[in-house]
């Protein structure tokens, strides 16, 4: 098993290169010479090319970590907020919330039970149950706000999947019973 080096292949030449610097003229004569042929790891031109392009590798990825945490960020704060509001909702919000947040996904629901108010609702509760629709309707213009964030990141393309599938059953559904 081999050790994992803890300093960059060109860290040892570019402080042979600093020191020479340091040291006077003719230190920097004998360091900054260009051979022929080429030696890459040696030729101080090659070397501070090759820093160069490691730290604007470096840089990059930097950004990228910090754009992937603000990602991260933004979603978990949301997730945060669903999960402390789940407890204050109805059925079916409140399962379609929890599953999602619990298997990143709806559940099966081949016969359309999971997700919908128990059958044999009285009229007294038609008020309730106009509340819960507009509750489903504000988590659906969430959702789809979430959606195309998600597939933009392409951090969690599956989640992304089911929530637009929910969101079209959601809408076929409205419109077959509106």
């Known amino acids: 098993m081999t050790a994992t080096p803890t300093t960059h292949p060109l860290s040892p030449r570019l402080r ?29 031109d090659l ?18 970590i910090a754009q992937l945490r603000q990602s991260l960020n933004f979603y978990r ?3 945060d907020l669903l999960q402390q509001w789940q407890a204050r909702m109805r059925d079916p919000e409140r399962t379609l919330v929890c599953d ?4 990143g ?13 128990a059958s044999g ?4 509760e038609g008020t309730r149950l106009r509340a819960e629709v507009e509750a489903l309707r504000r988590l659906a213009a ?14 969690n393309v599956s989640l992304a999947a089911d929530v637009r599938k929910a969101l079209d059953a959601a809408r076929t559904k409205e419109n077959t019973d509106g």
């Open 77 to 79: 704060s949301r997730c």
């Open 100 to 103: 999602i947040l619990a298997n």
């Open 47 to 64: 070397v501070l090319s090759r820093a160069a392009d490691a730290l604007d590798a470096v840089h990059k990825a930097d950004q990228e």
């Open 142 to 155: 969430l959702a789809r706000e979430i959606v195309p964030a998600l597939e933009a990141t392409g951090l």
């Open 121 to 124: 609702e009285s009229a007294d």
């Open 105 to 117: 996904a709806t559940l099966s629901d081949p016969h359309g039970e999971r997700y919908t108010p």
């Open 16 to 44: 042979e290169l600093s020191d020479a610097v340091t040291q006077g003229c003719e230190a920097v004569a004998r360091e900054f010479t260009m051979r022929v042929p080429a030696e890459p790891d040696r030729d101080a």
